[in-house]
């Protein structure tokens, strides 16, 4: 775990990155849990793909995977993390967060059932160090 806190250093330059938001999503209340220091990123869940706004990230730097379903009901998951998150279409997007710790490819896949491309819903990111 050690490794982990040599990341915060890259903190400080994730902080200009929030610099940039200004989205209309009208003040969420409850999102306490989100550090004002993630990287936010759009995903979208439809039948049957995943569309991300970024898909590169750095070890140590909080990522805040806002959600949304915009067809059918899916479950947001990282291969070999404990991330997994169900989204359906209609819900305001979630905010899913992940502090990576290790660099690789990772594979976001749909972990609730959603019909015949089910399987094949996966999509990869990249964690550098
Ligand atoms: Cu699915």
């Known amino acids: 775990m050690k490794g982990v806190w040599v990341g915060l250093s890259l903190l400080a330059v994730a902080g200009l990155a929030t610099g940039c938001g200004g989205s209309a999503d009208g003040g969420q209340s409850g999102s306490g849990s989100v550090p004002a220091n993630a990287v936010k990123v759009?995903?979208?869940?439809?039948?049957?793909?995943w569309t991300l706004d970024q898909t590169t990230f750095k070890v140590g730097v909080p990522v805040d995977f806002r959600v949304q379903?915009?067809?059918?009901?899916?479950?947001?998951?990282?291969?070999?993390?404990?991330?997994?998150r169900t989204v359906a279409q209609g819900q305001d997007p979630v905010d899913v967060v992940w502090t990576p710790d290790k660099p690789g490819t990772y594979t976001i896949q749909c972990s609730v059932y959603c019909g015949t491309g089910h399987g094949t819903m996966q999509t990869q990111i990249t964690v550098t160090p």
């Open 69 to 84: 379903a915009t067809e059918g009901a899916h479950g947001f998951s990282i291969a070999g993390t404990n991330i997994n």
């Open 42 to 49: 759009n995903v979208q869940a439809s039948n049957w793909k």
